[in-house]
């Protein structure tokens, strides 16, 4: 809408009105309506009309006006100089900004000045390291549409029939991947890449089509449309073959050249050149992301299980990633997420980690100079993209070197290792030709370069030597002019000769009336002063040309050597994107045994079997702020014993934190990591799913136990026999008899037909009946102790079911009032009702018989006289219950 309003602003202004730089700025404004044009003029960079309104509201600068006649201008700037942080706070509140960047010296200028936009700085395209977040990824995506199954899945509905390819890229670091599937595989996928703007084709009435928007609304993502054309096959793929100098994308591992994810990457590609008016060379081929070799964690166990986020604050703190993340390097930072978003299902792959980690655990003394070292490691990934994208710094390229020197440090200490060299070869591998690439960018710029070109000396002394001569012409034209001087006093024999500058007529020689005889041929008059005049000679007028102009002709050739340099290291990132690669995950390897070792944690054996089974089991994230508090658990799955565990007890009892503590440690294993147990046999999981916790999606118009059922749909319609399943408090969104009904029949399912591991923690103690009746549940409950009156939770998990639910005793640990309390005691003796036990289920062929979840109200008054507590109720109680259980059997009576 805003971008909209700029339009017609500037459309009802009578372009004879417009002064030339007004209507060149209408000229590219057409050309970017969807984007805060920044208009270089001279220091500042200006918007006008709706966008400078935009700009003054957004960035809180002021906003003024171009002209103050009939019609006045809207008008705001901010300063060239200081533009990346304002691009920072644009690009934060959701906007895309155009670069109109002036294109030659004003100075020089014959007429307008020439102005080009140079690039669109939209979310998904930012490289600049002060606009990124060092730790997180940056991801752009395109989402295109594949056609339907020739047999629709019936479990998947209609979303599971139809196929979709997507395409994601960051462009910081020149990570490429494309993907094929289902919609909802591809929007889970999306879920977990979290990209900051999305790619789509617009559709012929304009309007985002139902499911983009729904992505925009989960996922907090820009949106950003395309001409349907751009992302047909034909266009798409020519792009491609374009870009990256290919007739056909065998190599890059797509086998058939109509495949629907070259569409999408395709139409990246384009949107990247685009935007960014640069040849972008370190950008790697796109490569097809096999999800089946990895588990997968939809966006609802992400959240869920807190493993990026905390659902509470949305804070890295209290997150799996806070609990973990010992690295010390922006890359290992990034690797260790990916790691553990996407974990492994490939068990050689698993374990060469794991032995990776070892050999870093089983020598501390190289553990810790590794990560000492590795501090001075700067972001190589992310310092390459900036290079390939012509916006990397002096101080950038100092930073690289400085970087690639460190490690060819940490190599030496590698190759001291047992079996270093196998765990990275590819950093090994590389560091020769990362050596060559420090000692270039060593030899070429100043040991402490400048943040900007335009502030000179940039380039080292002695490199070249015209720069050299202009740099000293710049510092030492007094001693050149003092030494002129002298040769002209000796050559003329004039001792009162001297050679002078104003800013009105430059150097001149000047010399007194009374030696007018003495004047040399060569001399010419400049002007006449009182008692003298004043001279110029041929090598004088020179010397002046070269000194006048040395400081802009010295800038002018530092950045053409500098674009030498920059333009060398371009031709080939690949070096630097494999060490960057290598470093990162060196960095997350010793992380992950920093951590091992700080927190004691075990190496799990993975295994392709289906038993799970953890000795002393503890929480990653609640250990940590416990400390000696937290209380381990074991927790156990064999290969053909009971699948669907029941754990019933108390709230605050551990009941939560232990079926997350099994999730967790399970998607640890599978990254590669050190688990917090004593011992752990993990058989390696396709997917883990959860539910657990509640909200509302108000904006969706789902209701909280509409969003439970939603998502308990979906593990019921995707988990398989080797997924893991966790599920907290199922049913309690309704009434107790529906949440108890939906419960049982829940279990039932998931325990006999799909078979999966799961971890049932429930309220409703009728359910622990199931175990008696099939072989596939067995019951777990919550130690809890009592003692005069009052409960302590031990928060171990033992075999058994629990007894009773002891939510008075929580309420009351909860500070709920006293009065509150012994009433709640009152009505619970008087509503005590008795759930029957459900006949025995019938053969699967059979329909399955009704169950009597409630018997005769002979049989509630006998319960309800069972539950009174004679040695504690008073006479009064004693009377109001015999009159409710009269009342009781009367009414059976009368029915």
Known sequence: MTQELSQDSIASVDPAQLTPAMRQYQQYKAQYPDAVLFFRMGDFYETFYEDARTAARVLGVALTSRS??????????????????????????????????????????????????????????????????????????????????????????????????????????????????????????????????????????????????????????????????????????????????????????????????????????????????????????????????????????????????????????????????????????????????????????????????????????????????????????????????????????????????????????????????????????????????????????????????????????????????????????????????????????????????NKVFGFYIEITHAHAAKIPATFTRKQTVKNAERYITPELKQYEADVLTAQERSIALEQELYEGLRSGLARDPGTLQQLAEAAAALDVGAGLAYQARLRHYCRPEVTATRELRIVDGRHPVVEQMLQEKFVPNDAAFTADGPTLQLITGPNMAGKSTYIRQVALLTLMAQAGSFVPAKEATLGVVDRIFTRVGASDDLAGGQSTFMVEMTETASILLHAGESSLVILDEIGRGTSTLDGLALAWAIAEYLADTTGCRTLFATHYHELTDLAESSTKVVNYNVLVREWEDQVVFMHRIVPGQADKSYGIHVAKLAGVPRSVIQRARALLNQLVVHVGKPRPRAAATQVPPQISLFDSHQQQAIAQLRALDMNRISPMQAWEALKTLQALLEEQKGG
Not at 86 to 107: F, H, S
């Open 68 to 501: 103050k006649g009939e019609n006045p201008v809207p008008m705001a700037g901010v300063p060239f100089h200081a533009v990346e942080s304002y691009l920072q706070r644009m690009i934060t509140a959701g906007y895309k900004v155009a670069i109109c960047e002036q294109m030659e010296d004003p100075k020089e200028a014959k007429g307008l000045i020439k102005r080009e936009v140079v690039r669109l700085v939209t979310p998904g395209t930012i490289t600049e390291e002060a606009l990124l977040d060092n730790r997180e990824e940056n991801f752009i995506a395109a989402l295109v549409p594949a056609g339907h199954e020739a047999t629709p899945l019936p479990a998947g509905g209609k979303d599971y029939a139809q196929l979709a390819a997507i395409a994601w890229c960051e462009l910081s670091t020149g990570k490429f991947l494309t993907m094929n599937g289902p919609l909802v595989a591809c929007h889970e996928e999306l879920a977990r890449i979290r990209p900051r703007e999305l790619i789509y084709a617009e559709p012929p009435d304009h309007r985002v089509p139902e499911d983009i928007a729904r992505l925009r609304e989960t996922l907090g993502l820009t949106l950003t449309s395309r001409p349907a054309w751009q992302l047909e096959l034909h266009h798409a793929t020519g792009t491609l073959r374009t870009h990256y100098g290919v007739a056909g994308f065998d190599g890059f591992g797509y086998h058939n050249d109509k495949d629907a994810a070259l569409r999408a990457a395709g139409a990246l590609v384009g949107y990247l050149h685009e935007t960014q008016k640069a040849s972008l060379e370190h950008l790697r081929p796109p490569q097809p992301f096999v999800r089946s070799g990895h588990l997968v964690i939809d966006q609802t166990s992400l959240r869920a299980l807190e493993v990026l986020r905390t659902i509470r604050g949305n804070s890295v703190d209290g997150s799996l990633v806070g609990a973990l993340d010992q690295t010390v390097t922006p890359m290992g930072a990034r690797l260790l997420k990916n790691w553990l978003c996407y974990p492994l299902r490939d068990l050689a792959a698993i374990r060469a980690r794991q032995d990776a980690i070892a050999t870093l655990l089983d020598n501390e003394h190289a553990l810790t100079q590794l990560r000492m070292v590795l501090r001075d490691c700067t972001d190589i990934e992310r310092i390459t993209a900036r290079i390939c994208c012509r916006r990397a710094s002096p101080r950038d390229l100092n930073a690289l070197a400085r970087s690639l020197e460190t490690l060819v440090a940490v190599a030496g200490l590698l190759k001291s290792l047992p079996a270093g060299a196998e765990h990275w070869p590819q950093l090994l591998e590389q560091v020769p030709g990362g050596r060559r690439i420090a000692e270039t960018i060593r030899a070429t710029l100043a040991d402490d370069p400048p943040a900007h070109l335009r502030d000179g000396n940039a380039i080292r002394d002695g490199f070249n030597p015209e720069l050299d001569r202009l740099r000293t012409l710049g510092r030492d034209s007094r001693t050149w002019l003092a030494e002129y001087q002298s040769k002209l006093v000796a050559e003329t024999g004039i001792n009162s000769l001297k050679v002078g500058y």
